[in-house]
C-alpha cells in the first residue's frame, strides 16, 4: 500500500499541474493512504484520506471512483464509532453505511457492490443488528470471488445473526484453522469474526466461561497482523475483557 501510494505521488509530481492525470494520481495516492491507516487502526484519519481522494477523482472526472471513496470514508466513520463504543454512533454510522450503499447500486460497477454488501453484512454482525435487506445485500455478493467474505458471511455471520448456534459451531473451526494457517493483513479480520462467531455460541448455548477465554485468546494467540481493531475492541467490550 505504501509502495502504491507513493508510487502515485511521484507519478503526479512530475506531471503538469493542469495535466488531466495529475487528479487522478493524487486522488489514487490518498485512497492508498485511507487504506494504510484503515490496517493501523487509525480510522478518523483514513476517512479523511478517503474523503480527499473522492474529491480529487470527481474533479477528474471520474464519478464511480469517487463513489468507492465515499462509501470507504463512511466505513472508516463506522469503525472509528465501534471503537468509541458509544451506541448512538454505532447505530447511526451503520445506518448511514447502508442508505449510502443502497445509493451507491448503479453508480459504482458489480465488483464494488460486492464489497458494499461485504462491509454492510461486517458492521451488522458487529452490532448484532439484523440486516435490513437480507436478500438483496446476499443477492450483491459475488460467489465466484476466492476471498474469505462468502463463507465467512453465509456460514457464520447469517446464522449467527439468527441466532443458530449450532449452526456457527458446526462451521466454525474448519474456517478458523483455515485462515489461522495462512496468517496475512488480509484474512485477520476473517480469524476475528470467526473467533467472535463461536464466542457468541458458545455464550448462546451456555458456555460463557469458553467464550471468554476464547476471546482473550484474540489478544495473543490470534493477533499476528495489523487490521481488524474494531473487531478486537467489540470482542474484548462484549466478553468484558479490556482492549489494548
Known amino acids: 500500500v505504501v509502495f502504491a501510494m507513493n508510487g502515485a505521488l511521484a507519478k503526479a509530481t512530475e506531471l503538469p499541474h493542469d495535466h488531466p492525470r495529475r487528479k487522478r494520481l493524487r486522488g489514487l495516492a490518498n485512497y492508498n493512504g485511507g487504506i494504510l491507516f484503515r490496517n493501523l487502526g ?34 472508516e466513520r463506522t469503525s472509528d464509532a465501534f471503537m468509541s463504543g458509544d451506541p448512538d454512533r454505532i447505530r447511526s ?22 464489497n458494499v454488501a461485504i462491509h454492510i453484512i461486517e458492521f451488522h454482525f458487529l452490532a448484532k443488528r439484523s440486516l ?10 459475488d460467489p465466484k470471488k476466492t476471498n474469505f467474505w462468502p463463507e465467512i458471511i453465509h ?11 449450532e449452526t456457527v459451531l458446526t462451521n466454525v473451526d474448519g474456517l478458523l484453522d483455515k485462515w489461522v494457517a495462512e496468517p496475512s493483513s488480509s484474512t485477520q479480520k476473517a480469524i476475528y469474526g470467526c473467533v467472535l462467531a463461536k464466542a457468541r455460541a458458545l455464550r448462546g448455548t451456555g458456555h460463557a466461561e469458553t467464550a471468554e477465554s476464547l476471546v482473550e485468546l484474540m489478544r495473543t494467540e490470534f493477533r499476528k497482523h495489523h487490521g481488524g481493531s474494531d473487531y478486537l475492541v467489540v470482542a474484548s467490550r462484549e466478553f468484558y475483557r479490556s482492549p489494548d
Open 42 to 75: 487509525q480510522f478518523e484519519k483514513a476517512a479523511n484520506y478517503q474523503m480527499a481522494a473522492a474529491a480529487l477523482e470527481l474533479a477528474a472526472g471520474n464519478p464511480d471512483k469517487s463513489a468507492i471513496s465515499l462509501f470507504c470514508a463512511q466505513v
Open 155 to 165: 456460514q457464520l455471520y447469517v446464522p449467527s445473526l439468527c441466532g443458530e448456534w
Open 93 to 114: 454510522t451503520v445506518s448511514t453505511l447502508y442508505n449510502l450503499g443502497r445509493d451507491m447500486e448503479g453508480v459504482m460497477n458489480r465488483d464494488w457492490m460486492d
Open 132 to 141: 435490513p435487506d437480507h436478500n438483496w445485500l446476499l443477492g450483491l455478493l
